[in-house]
């Protein structure tokens, strides 16, 4: 009789450590699960990047977004700061969204003459009337610390103050 139930206790335990080894060994998710609505920010022309880009020069910028699902509203907004003016176009879009459907803000904008300014873009959608996700991209502009910094590692000096030449 207990040899019985040791038996019943052994194929138990080999039946709920299968069932629970074949739920582990399923494998890790293949990808993050995406947002509903994605947004980004980039210069119009192709070529011009943070380091091509001069101060005060103008600059024509495309901020996109895309839904994964159909909203009854999408609102895209683009803000600036940091001294980055606004020489045309606009900076806001409002309107439905369909499934996959990009939509486009397009303006221009000047580099700031000193410092680092950036551009914000938001995606919000609103669905089932209530919910409301957002998504953001940022794009930084002008020479800030980051420019500082580059030229301090190119100026390194030894002891004697000799130029320090790395390759």
């Known amino acids: 009789m207990r040899s019985l139930h040791f038996t019943r206790a052994m194929i138990l335990a080999v039946c709920v450590l299968a069932a629970g080894s074949s739920v582990v060994m399923a494998g890790p998710i293949s990808r ?3 947002l509903p609505v994605t947004v980004t920010i980039g210069p119009t022309m192709p070529g011009v990047n943070e380091d091509t880009l001069q101060p005060g020069e103008a600059v024509a ?3 996109k977004a895309t839904t994964l699902a159909d909203a009854s509203e999408m609102h895209l907004e683009a803000k600036l ?7 045309a176009g606009t900076l806001e879009w409002a309107g439905p969204a369909i499934k996959g459907e990009e939509k486009q803000l397009s303006f221009t904008v000047r580099v700031p003459l000193k410092g ?3 551009i914000k873009a938001t995606a919000t959608i609103v669905r089932e009337g209530k919910r409301t996700v957002k998504s953001t991209a940022q794009y930084v502009l002008g020479r800030g610390e980051r420019m500082k910094k580059k030229q301090e590692y190119q100026q390194k000096k030894d002891s004697k103050g000799r130029d320090i030449v790395e390759y």
Do not use: D
């Open 32 to 34: 993050k699960p995406m």
């Open 61 to 63: 910028f495309t901020v």
């Open 81 to 87: 700061s940091g001294g980055v003016e606004l020489v």
């Open 116 to 118: 680092q300014g950036s």
